[in-house]
């Protein structure tokens, strides 16, 4: 999935226009196990960079959600609520939390391309 960037709290973000779907990542949701439920922001939020945005809940722990870009919240991903092992099934697609109206382009630029993820988190094990 080209155009995909990643913070090293492990989200991710999408930009389409000005609009940024966000997510945790694959090696997120692998970490956490057994996703059982997710607390979403109101639509209407401001959150900025590095700040609470949801909360997700495993059969191992709770973990919060950290903005990887300021902004926002346009529209939430609803359908976690009954579904929330979309998260563990599809993180990089229908598991995303929530869209953002972007406050700044620029804070994109601070994340990283998915091979440079990658090897953050090879570095990892």
Not at 52 to 59: D, F, T
Request: with cysteine; charged share 30%; proline share 3%.
């Amino acid at each position: 999935m080209s155009g995909i960037r990643f913070s090293k709290e492990h989200e991710w973000v999408k930009l389409e226009g000005d609009v940024a779907t966000v997510g945790i990542s694959p090696y997120a949701q692998e970490q956490l196990g057994d996703v059982v439920f997710v607390d979403l922001p109101a639509i209407g939020k401001k959150v900025e960079k590095g700040k609470e945005l949801a909360v997700v809940e495993s059969v191992k722990a709770a973990s919060e959600v950290y903005a990887p870009v300021g902004g926002e919240v346009v529209e939430v991903n609803a359908a976690l609520g009954d579904a929330p092992g979309t998260v563990n099934e599809d993180a990089l697609g229908k598991g995303w939390f929530a869209k953002l109206r972007i406050a700044s382009k620029a804070e994109l630029d601070e994340l990283m391309d998915e091979a440079a993820y990658k090897a953050y988190c090879d570095g990892l094990h």
